[in-house]
């Protein structure tokens, strides 16, 4: 396992915080209240090892198929189901929506190898990541890849808690399927949306893992 670069800085920031304020609990609280000073201790403890494992990347083997759609993000599958795109396809699409709670990895991968055709920042709200409305009133950031087999849409939304998306991509680039495309901080989700036929390899509610379940085939 290693700690992703978008979090050097955080855990920076966190472990000061927790050394600084463990020095003054201890220094003023031991002696008069050590079971407060303990608590605090635990507490500021369990958020220090929490923002470090949230900017964890595991050691994975990926799964790499070019007739397979791998999903982008961890999860669950909160959504399946046929939209009409306004964004960028104007016409039907097969959405899958992944919800990434503060728990899960929040690096996002390319499904699918081909070249990128579309990258584009929309500044939004911040909705629940649930909200029905999220996926186009939020803020959020689309990239598309196109390869022999089709051209596909995802999004990474931006949630109640995710106030920065990083985005990697440029319209031109090489897309390598599941390599690293950005990142959410802090728990949001990642929209797919799929030519109608699309043979979708998920169900509804599936815990599913970024670079390794096969989210849909060609």
Not at 117 to 124: A, I, L, M, P, S
């Amino acid at each position: 396992m290693t700690i992703h670069r978008e979090g050097y800085k955080t855990i920076a920031i966190t472990a000061l915080l927790f050394g600084a304020i463990n020095l003054i609990s201890f220094s003023f609280l031991s002696a008069s209240f050590p079971t407060v000073a303990m608590i605090i201790f635990i507490a500021t403890l369990a958020l220090f090892l929490f923002i470090i494992s949230f900017f964890r990347i595991p050691n994975r083997t990926h799964t790499l198929d070019d007739s397979k759609i791998i999903c982008p993000a961890d999860g669950k599958v909160v959504v399946i189901e046929e939209i009409t795109d306004v964004e960028y396809f104007k016409d039907k699409r097969i959405q899958v929506s992944i919800f990434m709670s503060p728990a899960n990895v929040h690096v996002n991968r390319y499904p699918m190898n081909g070249e990128v055709t579309y990258n584009q920042y929309h500044k939004g709200k911040y909705l629940v990541a649930w909200h029905p409305k999220s996926s186009t009133e939020n803020e959020r950031w689309s990239v598309a890849v196109k390869n022999q087999y089709g051209e596909i849409l995802f999004k990474q939304i931006a949630g109640a808690l995710a106030k920065r998306i990083c985005n990697y991509s440029a319209v031109g680039q090489k897309a390598v399927q599941c390599n690293e495309y950005g990142f959410i901080k802090f728990g949001s989700r990642v929209d797919v949306l799929l030519p109608v036929g699309t043979k979708v390899n998920v169900e509804l509610n599936q815990v599913v893992k970024g670079g390794v379940t096969v989210l849909a085939s060609w």
